[in-house]
């Protein structure tokens, strides 16, 4: 007990010097764009609820019907115990949203990745990552046991070099080989797009797969919603589509949406699937609700009030990586004491931002991710950056 305390200890110590020790902020509230911590109201840029339907009543109502009717646990594995009807409900809205031919969902995106990956390539095959995709697909890529190679963020030269080689010399020897690329649409941790036409050009010409992680876009970019490779008339060529129930979907889940031999080959072999109880129904049956808002009337308004206050802050200050074309803006800081020091200055004004560090981006790119919300007001955006002022962080505002 003595080492196995001292060894964590030592560990935790190392962890601290770095500035990379994390904490939870208990929260006292519901998501949305003020949140109570600690007795106090802050204005939060954290969640990414980013059609603010986290809290919505449409959801609620939906998730205490489905526990009225289902009860609050899916009691087993959705092949043991039977699979119950919220969500299928659920997956043949997806399918419909996404214009699929069928949907399968996950206890989590992560989950989602985890089984789909694993289920599908082996030690022969071949994974090709864009350099800064989410953790649960270089998780998924390493466990599948296929050779990886990651080729520099958004650059197709370097993609295209590793589609040669491995369309070329290794398929050369292991002709029975599969090679997929794996991107997001938007990123995550840097609100970027990536060049989904030229992608999923390259992977026609060199006879790849395609995967794309539509966590961030999915609710809010493209047609009701519906993502960035419909938005762009891509998404046909997409052998897989994945993504999460629970960003701007306001629930609980993940999901990955494809043709049907996809879905019923998943569900007999993706690990996290079959060996896993499902989740609740109450976040199946507030899913579909989110969906059902996000393909509305109401949907197109949230997105309207969304990507208005994005231009908002956009307008008031150039930051160093402006994008415009998502929810997310990052302000980009570098050293790791630098973010956790700016993102409590803000604390101190009641403004909610976290400071983001590695391991979930590189070391030295620290930064402070801002997201914003269909439900924060103009006069949010203006306190936020009145708070930045105030805070006397560095982006560079017009003089
Ligand atoms: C959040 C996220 C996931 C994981 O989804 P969860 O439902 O939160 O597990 C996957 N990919 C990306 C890009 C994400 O940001």
């Not at 059609?51 to 959801?59: E, M, R, T, V």
């Not at 070099?161 to 794996?182: F, H, N, S, T």
């Not at 046909?236 to 949406?257: D, F, N, P, R, V």
Request: charged letters at 25%; proline letters at 3%; glycine letters at 8%.
């Amino acid at each position: 007990m003595t080492s196995f305390t001292a060894e964590l200890e030592q560990r935790l110590a190392r962890w601290r010097e770095q500035n990379l020790f994390r904490e939870l902020f208990r929260v006292d509230s519901a998501q949305g764009p003020r949140i109570e911590i600690g007795g106090t109201i802050y204005l939060n840029f954290s969640s990414n609820d980013y059609l603010g339907l986290a809290d919505h009543p449409a959801l609620k109502h939906a998730a205490q019907k489905a526990i009225e009717t289902f009860g609050a646990g899916a009691g087993a594995s959705r092949l043991i115990c039977g699979s119950l009807a919220p969500f299928h409900d659920l997956e043949d809205a997806l399918a419909a949203f996404k214009q699929t031919e069928a949907a399968l969902t996950f206890a989590t995106g992560h989950a989602a990745a985890l089984g789909t990956i694993c289920a599908l390539f082996g030690k022969d095959d071949i994974l090709i990552l864009d350099k800064l995709v989410h953790a649960c697909i270089v998780d998924a890529a390493r466990l599948s046991g296929a050779k990886l190679r990651i080729y520099d963020h958004n650059d197709l030269n370097d993609l295209e070099e590793k589609l040669k080689w491995a369309a070329g010399k290794y398929r050369d020897q292991k002709p029975a080989c599969q090679i997929m690329i794996v991107t997001e649409s938007v990123f995550s941790m840097d609100g970027d797009r990536a060049p989904l036409r030229e992608i999923v050009a390259l992977k026609e010409k060199h006879g790849a797969w395609l995967m794309v992680d539509e966590a961030h876009a999915t609710g809010i970019i493209g047609q009701h919603g519906r993502g960035m490779a419909d938005e762009l008339g891509v998404a046909k060529q997409i052998e897989i589509h994945m993504g999460t129930l629970g960003k701007a979907l306001g629930a609980s889940g993940g999901y990955i949406c494809g043709s049907r031999l996809l879905v019923d080959y998943l569900m007999n072999r993706a690990r996290s699937f079959v060996f896993s109880t499902a989740p609740v129904p109450a976040a199946a049956a507030a899913a579909k609700a989110a969906i059902l808002i996000a393909k509305s009337a109401e949907g197109e308004q949230r997105r309207k009030n969304l990507f208005q206050r994005v231009a908002e802050l956009n307008s008031v200050f150039k930051l160093e990586k402006t994008t415009s074309g998502s929810a997310i803006v990052p302000l980009i800081l570098g050293d790791e004491k630098k973010a956790t020091d700016c993102a409590a200055r803000l604390r101190a004004q009641k403004v909610f931002v976290p400071a983001i560090r590695y391991p979930t981006v590189a070391r030295n790119s620290a930064r402070l991710r801002i997201t914003l919300t269909a439900a924060h007001s103009a006069v949010d955006i203006a306190e936020l950056i009145s708070a930045l002022k105030i805070s006397g962080i560095q982006c560079q505002f017009p003089t």
